[in-house]
């Protein structure tokens, strides 16, 4: 099969690789590695918050926990929203706190209008905080003793009002692990982290593991308030930062930091069809058009290497050995196997399966369904930022 459609077709994939391919190997070099941050001494740090929301997460809250206790520095506290578990994630956290002094519990039993549960336990942790420096993150990150010293020596030195860092992500088995890969490497690709800084662009990033963000930027920009129904709520804390003129940048923390995201294919989309619809502002064009990407320039130029011929095959050819190039490098850089991406087409197939999951989901329900709580789609559109 070669038509001159699909010779042109061909071409153009291999023109969009080769952009890509330039453009993360051009401006990866641009990101910090937070793990070469020279760190500040302890007794240097400023007065840090690390605020947690937790739900029902009796099985790593733990371990995640320990780690974020054992973080170098004088002045930190840590703050855990228990936001109505019915699990022992409670009891887990009490019996914690009477053995740390740095920890502070504070149990949620019931949700107030007009929030997501997450959201408010957030907002409730930030109120109670004293830090000069807030630290947002999840309560199954893992985190190594010298992180927090690095990360406030970067957002001191560079005079920034929010920092986010990215994790490494441990996902089991070849085709959660391609998934991973694949998913940071659109979304990289969707927000260009290397233009948080810059003050002229409207990209902006936010990344629930580490979302770090001045206390004073945070009251100015208006606080979780803002972002109250968002459930893609990390990501929009970086969009209002943007939006109210403030300085925030990114950093790549796979030495330092990391997340079981998920533990199979089925619960990574179930988990993702809360904030899947909302990660392109519920628009329904966006979501076929965003479909029809990944069917014509990452599903189908595998199937073209084996079904048509002449130079059309051999283009296809050449556009499928660059973006497995792509993905090795972005998959080295995430410690994850290059070797995973003969896996690319079917993670591409798993990408829109969760997004037209989510959006189905979210159309069908008139809402999601999110720690126990239903969330109408009115009410989660309304929440413009």
């Known amino acids: 099969m070669d038509f001159p459609?699909?010779?042109?077709?061909?071409?153009?994939?291999?023109?969009?690789?080769?952009?890509?391919?330039?453009?993360?190997?051009?401006?990866?070099?641009k990101l910090t590695q937070l793990h070469l941050v020279e760190p500040l001494p302890a007794d240097a740090m400023p007065p840090v918050s690390i605020v947690i929301a937790a739900r029902n997460e009796e099985r790593a809250i733990e371990h995640a926990l320990r780690s974020v206790l054992a973080l170098e520095g004088e002045r930190v506290e840590?703050?855990?929203?228990?936001?109505?578990?019915?699990?022992?994630?409670?009891?887990i956290l009490d019996r914690m706190a009477a053995a740390a002094p740095r920890l502070r519990v504070v149990h949620v039993t019931e949700l107030p209008p007009g929030?997501?549960?997450?959201?408010?336990?957030?907002?409730?942790?930030?109120?109670?905080?004293?830090?000069?420096?807030?630290?947002?993150?999840?309560?199954?990150?893992?985190?190594?003793?010298?992180?927090?010293?690095?990360?406030?020596?970067?957002?001191v030195r560079e005079k920034l009002d929010h920092l986010t860092v990215a994790p490494h992500v441990d996902m089991p088995g070849a085709l959660l692990r391609a998934f991973g890969v694949v998913f940071t490497l659109f979304f990289t690709l969707f927000t260009r982290p290397w233009k948080a800084r810059d003050p002229r662009s409207s990209h902006h990033i936010g990344i629930g593991a580490f979302n770090m963000v001045r206390a004073d930027a945070y009251r100015r920009m208006g606080t979780h308030r803002a972002i109250a129904m968002r459930p893609d709520d990390d990501i929009k804390l970086g969009k209002l930062v943007k939006k109210n003129g403030l300085v925030q940048d990114f950093a790549i923390g796979a030495e330092l930091i990391s997340v079981e995201w998920y533990s199979s294919v089925r619960e990574a989309v179930y988990g993702l069809r809360k904030n899947g619809f909302a990660g392109v502002d519920y628009r329904l064009w966006m979501v076929v058009g965003a479909s029809l990407v990944q069917l014509v320039f990452f599903i189908w130029p595998f199937v073209a290497v084996l079904v048509t011929g002449g130079w059309?095959?051999?283009?296809?050819?050449i556009g499928v050995a660059i973006l497995l190039m792509i993905y090795a490098g972005s998959a080295v850089a995430q410690k994850a196997s290059p070797w995973y991406g003969i896996l690319f087409p079917l993670a591409s197939v798993m990408f829109v399966v969760v997004l037209w999951n989510a959006t189905l989901y979210a159309l069908w329900n008139d809402g999601i369904e999110w720690r126990g709580t239903h969330y109408p789609l009115d009410e989660l559109r309304a929440n413009k930022v």
């Open 312 to 317: 059309t095959q051999g283009l296809y050819a």
């Open 78 to 91: 840590v703050i855990v929203i228990d936001d109505r578990s019915n699990d022992s994630t409670g009891a």
């Open 115 to 155: 929030w997501l549960g997450k959201n408010h336990a957030l907002w409730m942790g930030a109120a109670a905080a004293t830090g000069e420096l807030l630290l947002f993150t999840d309560a199954d990150v893992v985190m190594a003793p010298d992180t927090l010293r690095r990360a406030t020596a970067y957002v």
């Open 5 to 29: 459609i699909l010779f042109w077709l061909a071409a153009a994939t291999v023109a969009l690789y080769v952009g890509i391919f330039f453009e993360l190997a051009w401006n990866g070099r």
